[in-house]
């Protein structure tokens, strides 16, 4: 008879062959990452995540239970010397991301729902980033394992008291329901080939010139260090093609605005731009100029300029709606695993 180890062998090698399945968000999956959260004061976010297995194992029992690993990526911020002091520096290059992590625990049909100003450690001022959910086995100290039945989402409350949810990217796992795997910290777990894997190319499906959106984007690399250069594609509504380039790393989410200048109302029109789009007062002449990009990495490097191998298990992203704007509106990104 096969013994149990030998055949757990078996089942975690037969079910590495689908790895290479490329993730699309949208299906409940064993590891679940929000674009953003916001913590601390004036800072309010509220993320909640799901157990849709409605079945214990028996009536008496905690089977279909699991337990949640929250990993909060807070981003320490660039800060540069001023004339008056220190003052904020690069918005897309921060000083690094740091790792407050806690467990939850959650039965069958079970929903959690968390402010983030109480789970995550606040400072003066707040913090910010992007949080990874990891489902556990309840019953084995700190092992990770596969439950694609994890679904959420986060609200997000901005300084000016406008709000916007968007839903969590759900990364699913290749191996059988129960089975082990293998430690890493946050998005480094997709390393371990028991996941779905991230996409390479990103899609914002449109955007609008004087909307105030925001970009959100999370660098999957196995360090926070590692620099992360990407190529927007950008065409406007009227097919012209455009380009701008940024480098940066472990996370973001900044005006579009800033990301590039070619996404504001004023560059937009200096271009070919259709006359007719977007008419919101139906007078048949545009009002709005609108858009849409393709995001995909050319590089991965170290801060010195040397290029890392193998350091690209790719990106997630969302739009926003800022810390402080006015406009409601959140949503993940399209995405692809080859270049478009």
């Not at 149990?4 to 399945?21: K, N, Y």
């Not at 904020?88 to 402010?115: M, Q, Y």
């Not at 250069?229 to 605005?257: G, H, K």
Request: with cysteine; hydrophobic share 40%; glycine share 8%.
């Amino acid at each position: 008879m096969k013994s149990p180890v030998l055949a757990s062998i078996a089942i975690l090698l037969s079910a590495a062959v689908s790895s290479t399945a490329l993730a699309d968000g949208r299906k409940p999956g064993s590891m679940l990452t929000f674009p953003v959260h916001r913590s601390g004061p004036g800072k309010f976010t509220i993320v909640s995540v799901t157990n849709t297995n409605t079945t214990p194992a028996t009536p008496v029992s905690l089977g279909g239970s699991t337990n949640l690993h929250f990993e909060y990526y807070n981003v320490v911020p660039d800060m540069v010397q001023g004339y008056d002091g220190l003052v904020a520096g690069n918005p897309f290059v921060p000083a690094g991301c740091i790792v407050f992590d806690r467990v939850e625990f959650v039965t069958p049909a079970d929903t959690l729902s968390v402010l983030t100003s109480c789970h995550n450690p606040t400072f003066p001022g707040g913090q910010e980033g992007y949080v990874v959910v990891t489902a556990q086995n309840p019953a084995v100290y700190d092992q990770n394992w596969s439950f694609n039945r994890l679904i959420g989402s986060a609200c997000v409350i901005n300084a000016s008291g406008t709000m916007y949810s968007v839903n969590a990217f759900s990364s699913r796992s290749v191996f059988v329901e129960g089975a082990p795997i293998a430690d890493g910290q946050g998005l480094t777990k997709l390393q371990t080939g028991a996941y779905e894997l991230l996409p390479r190319v990103l899609m914002i499906d449109s955007f609008m010139a004087l909307n105030a959106s925001q970009l959100a984007l999370i660098s999957a690399t196995p360090q926070d260090h590692y620099l992360r250069d990407i190529y927007l594609s950008v065409w406007n509504d009227n097919e012209f093609p455009m380009s701008a380039t940024l480098q940066f790393r472990c996370w973001f989410d900044q005006p579009l605005t800033r990301v590039s200048p070619l996404f504001s109302e004023s560059f937009l029109l200096s271009t070919s731009h259709d006359p007719s789009e977007l008419d919101i007062n139906c007078d048949g002449i545009g009002d709005i100029e609108t858009g849409w990009a393709t995001i995909r990495t050319r590089r991965i490097s170290l801060p010195g300029g040397q290029s890392v191998d193998q350091g690209d298990l790719g990106m997630i992203g969302a739009i926003t709606a800022g810390n402080s704007t006015v406009v409601e509106g959140g949503r993940l990104l399209w995405e692809a695993r080859i270049p478009i």
